[in-house]
Nanobody, 115 residues
Framework: QVQLVESGGGLVQPGGSLRLSCAAS????????MGWYLQAPGKQRELVAS????????NYASSVKGRFTISRDNAKNTLYLQMNSLKPEDTAVYYC????????WGQGTQVIVSS
């Protein structure tokens, strides 16, 4: 159906920045909204940010407002998450999500914020 592949994760120091990308392929015409979720070790997966494929509606977790920005380039079928002012608490696996006929998940990309 829809395949999602994340990239851009890595190791950064506190205060640094990363830009995550999620490339979508397959039956992407069915995708209505996309988002980013994070999952820290031993914790449940939780929403970071979401955006409608069509339109400018966005939603952010309170913990990342003012630091993270979600965007998408429909022409490139790619979702982005610009992460600034990173904190050690942001350390987690970040998953790309797409909602269409079904729910789709990427494999995740690891973000480690450490000094």
């Amino acid at each position: 159906q829809v395949q999602l592949v994340e990239s851009g994760g890595g190791l950064v120091q506190p205060g640094g920045s990363l830009r995550l990308s999620c490339a979508a392929s397959g039956k992407i015409f069915s995708v209505a909204t996309m988002g980013w979720y994070l999952q820290a070790p031993g914790k449940q997966r939780e929403l970071v940010a979401s955006i409608l494929t069509s339109g400018g509606f966005t939603n952010y977790a309170s913990s990342v407002k003012g630091r993270f920005t979600i965007s998408r380039d429909n022409a490139k079928n790619t979702l982005y998450l610009q992460m600034n002012s990173l904190k050690p608490e942001d350390t987690a696996v970040y998953y790309c999500y797409a909602k269409g006929v079904n729910d789709y998940w990427g494999q995740g990309t690891q973000v480690i914020v450490s000094s």
